[in-house]
């Protein structure tokens, strides 16, 4: 399977013939919802020229027929977890619409596992209408025990029905292949009012910690270095021990890790790393803010409209990078379901390494791919609608440059 490649076909199809097992660091999947719904793109994004009209790129709707039937009868014949788990859907919804969604999720569910690497995940995007079923599945695919987070991602802004609170969020499922998956931790810059009550700004510009505490010392004492007094503080006195925190460790050089713990605190009072105050209880670590400094990313993702200017020394709102596209969104090319770049771009960044493979067997308009690709990693996507493949190619050679063929693979198939 060559990088950067785009099929159009059968994604199940694909995933069997051309996809290598364990060949992939990250998929993301945004498949169809059973939402029961049709869904049109503009004549533009169908690439269909300036006809009038709209084109039709897929259906959402599902039924139980004689061929869902064979395919369930397969699943049930592997006699494995996911059979099980069919067999326990069966039970609860009978022969019907969800059951024959889930009846084509889930051998492509499987080929998606197959195909990841050890270190790799996998991020299901969906909504409330089946994520508590495709959870289930992924459960009976991936294991319980490497199911990592349900994010949510708030995909609108408000709506009023008018018997039940306002739908405004979609589901991200995030799986681990194995225990031993890549992820970088990505953080929310602090607000500009913790900044303000926890910080005081220096001459220098630089922001200095104010409200450190003892960081210090860690429960218990000891027998050891780590127990004896240091410059008139006494730690086994209160029953405690010196604890180098790491947050100090990491900025000093390599040859600090060799040495003792009281040397350790001279060379880092040396250093300015540490404060004596006439009449504290104990000495207090210095600390200044970085500019990566802030919150690791909680599991909800959900943009704040005019929260502009809240947020430490940026202009732009809480979770602006994962905003949702709005009617007018320059971004928006008219293709239904469409995600913003920034969503794949925090997920890339969070479970791809640099130069890894990211596999999107739903590509749509390849928002996905486009992310990809600005990112410096492989990328292989999959659609079975003509007028997806269409907008993606567009969009590649429109935002990136690309041009089939010379820059990417583009393969159809049955």
Not at 228 to 240: I, L, T, V
Not at 350 to 377: H, K
Request: proline share 7%; with cysteine; glycine share 10%.
């Amino acid at each position: 399977m060559p990088a950067n490649s785009l099929y159009t076909g059968d994604n199940l199809n694909v995933l069997r013939q051309r996809v290598l097992a364990e060949s992939v660091d990250l998929v993301y999947l945004d498949p169809p919802f059973n939402s029961r719904s049709n869904y049109y793109a503009s004549p533009r994004s169908a690439g269909t020229g300036n006809r009038a009209g709209r084109v039709r790129v897929f259906g959402d709707v599902w039924r139980w027929d004689k061929r869902i039937e064979k395919e369930f009868a397969r699943l049930l014949a592997g006699n494995n977890r996911i059979a099980q788990a069919m067999a326990a859907c069966r039970t609860l919804l009978n022969e019907g619409a969800m059951l024959a969604y889930l009846t084509m999720m889930a051998p492509r569910l499987g080929e998606l596992h197959r195909v990841l690497k050890p270190t790799g995940s996998l991020y299901l995007h969906c909504d409330p209408s089946a994520s508590h079923y495709l959870r289930v599945l992924l459960d009976a695919v991936f294991g319980p025990s490497q199911f990592r987070n349900e994010i949510i991602w708030r995909r609108t802004g408000c709506h009023g029905p008018r018997r039940s609170f306002g739908p405004i969020h979609d589901t991200l499922l995030f799986y681990s292949k194995t225990a031993d998956y890549f992820f970088c931790l990505a953080r929310r810059p602090y607000m500009r009012g913790h900044v303000t009550r926890r910080y005081c700004q220096e001459s220098s510009g630089r922001y200095k910690f104010t409200s450190g505490g003892n960081v210090l010392t860690g429960a218990r004492g000891t027998n050891g270095d780590s127990g004896k007094p240091w410059r008139g503080f006494d730690p086994a006195a209160r029953n405690r021990h010196w604890a180098v925190p790491g947050f100090l460790a990491e900025q000093m050089p390599a040859a600090f890790d060799q040495l003792g713990v009281l040397d350790k605190l001279d060379a880092l009072y040396e250093a300015g790393f540490i404060e004596i105050r006439p009449g504290a209880a104990w000495p207090v670590p210095v600390r200044h803010l970085k500019i990566d400094d802030g919150q690791p990313l909680p599991d909800i993702w959900s943009y704040q409209p005019y929260t502009e200017g809240t947020v430490h020394e940026s202009s732009k709102g809480i979770d602006a990078d994962v905003a949702w596209l709005g009617p007018t969104d320059p971004e928006r090319h008219g293709y239904p379901t469409q995600k913003p770049l920034g969503l794949l771009e925090r997920i890339i960044r969070s479970s791809c390494p640099e130069g890894g493979m990211v596999l999107d067997p739903f590509c749509g308009s390849g928002t996905a791919l486009i992310a990809a690709q600005q990112l410096q990693r492989r990328w292989v996507g999959i659609d079975a609608a003509k007028a997806a493949i269409a907008l993606t190619k567009r969009r590649l050679f429109d935002v990136c440059g690309l041009k089939a063929r010379r820059d990417y693979g583009w393969q159809a198939t049955r």
